[in-house]
């Protein structure tokens, strides 16, 4: 199951800006890629270390460092202070549960939102925390794990497709954020395939495990509102915000990004309210169920509660019963039981109940 609930015990009573890590440890080293890049000119390079990337904060092409491992906590502290980062905000990079937010400062933009991803094997939702740094020439971007939905802007930079070597630092966060968000439209695609698999099984034969996996896709969409519902206003702040980071023609681009945002979340509550029909149909099913059983088992009692009646009278063991001595006594009790049975059966049926 998605986990939803995290909590930074482990933070309390520290100085602010004290860099601890809060999550979980997914790499034993960290890996660097530079991307370095202009209208004409990509190279890309995997560094050995942080010192590495140095060279890169001041070049005029526009660079791209990528992080992957922030448990690492030394080494985010060294690219932190050579590139000007405030300790807030490196602590909110090592701190892997923040919400989706941006924060303005003068010689950056601080970004972070959540990666998702969907696990085959253990068909679950995984999140992974993504922290932008979009500097005057620079895109910084923190991962906790290898892989993520980047490939396609990596293609563009490398084949020079599209505009993106043309453009500046605030196009390259520009894409990597709607790769991000273009990513949850296959993992609402999933989740709807799942959803359409339920209703079938919920109209035909709804068992226990039909409940179950209403309740896990129940737990996957409030995964999904908590961390997508905040990336409106995160678009939004990008859109309103006036800051030489962010050219006006980049601006028209996040629009796009601000609308493909809108229409995930109307989904998501798309999704939510069609879970919480389908689960109070399987509860209505259910009890419905419940009821024809009972009254199967009602008309069943009420057909023998006459024939367990005249079978007591007869049980009676007194002598003065002249019906004993009767040649065609056990045939007539026979008749009569059987006729009451029939009748009752037949009234039943008269009133529509079997």
Not at 75 to 88: D, N, S, W
Not at 96 to 106: G, I, L, M, N, S
Not at 277 to 305: C, G, H, P, W
Request: hydrophobic share 40%.
């Amino acid at each position: 199951m998605v986990r939803i609930l995290h909590t930074g015990s482990r933070k309390a009573g520290e100085v602010p800006g004290t860099l601890i890590h809060i999550g979980e440890k997914h790499l034993i080293e960290p890996e660097i890629t530079i991307i370095d890049y202009n209208d004409k000119n990509f190279q890309e390079i995997k560094a050995e270390n942080i010192e590495e990337t140095y060279p890169f904060r001041d070049t005029n092409d526009v660079s791209w460092i990528n992080i992957c491992g922030v448990h690492q906590v030394e080494l985010i502290e060294k690219i932190g202070l050579h590139f000007g980062i405030h300790p807030l905000v490196l602590e909110d990079i090592v701190h892997t549960d923040q919400r989706p937010k941006v924060e303005f400062f003068d010689p950056y933009i601080y970004i972070v939102l959540k990666m998702l991803t969907y696990d085959e094997d253990e068909e679950e939702l995984t999140s992974e925390q993504v922290s932008i740094i979009l500097g005057p020439n620079f895109v910084i971007s923190f991962q906790e794990v290898i892989g993520d939905t980047f490939d396609p802007v990596r293609e563009r930079l490398k084949l020079s497709k599209g505009r993106i070597r043309k453009q500046g630092p605030d196009y390259l966060a520009y894409a990597l954020l709607d790769s991000i968000i273009d990513n949850y439209f296959v993992m609402l695609e999933k989740i709807g395939e799942d959803i359409e698999e339920l209703d079938d099984e919920l109209l035909d034969n709804p068992t226990p495990r039909t409940i179950e996996q209403i309740h896990r896709l129940k737990k996957e969409i409030i995964f999904l509102r908590k961390f997508i519902w905040p990336l409106r206003e995160v678009v939004s702040g990008l859109q309103r915000e006036e800051t030489p980071f962010i050219r006006e023609s980049t601006a028209i681009f996040l629009k796009d990004v601000y609308d493909h945002t809108i229409q995930v979340i109307d989904t998501i509550e798309s999704y939510r309210d069609i879970l919480s029909t389908m689960l109070d149909l399987y509860l209505s099913t259910a009890s419905n169920r419940m009821n024809e059983i009972m009254k199967v088992l009602t008309i069943i009692a009420t057909i023998f509660i006459p024939l367990t009646f005249i079978a007591g009278i007869y049980g009676m063991n007194f002598e003065n019963m002249p019906e004993l001595g009767w040649q065609w006594g056990y045939p007539a009790v026979w008749v009569i039981m059987l006729s009451v049975a029939i009748g009752m059966i037949g009234y039943f049926r008269n009133l529509k109940w079997l």
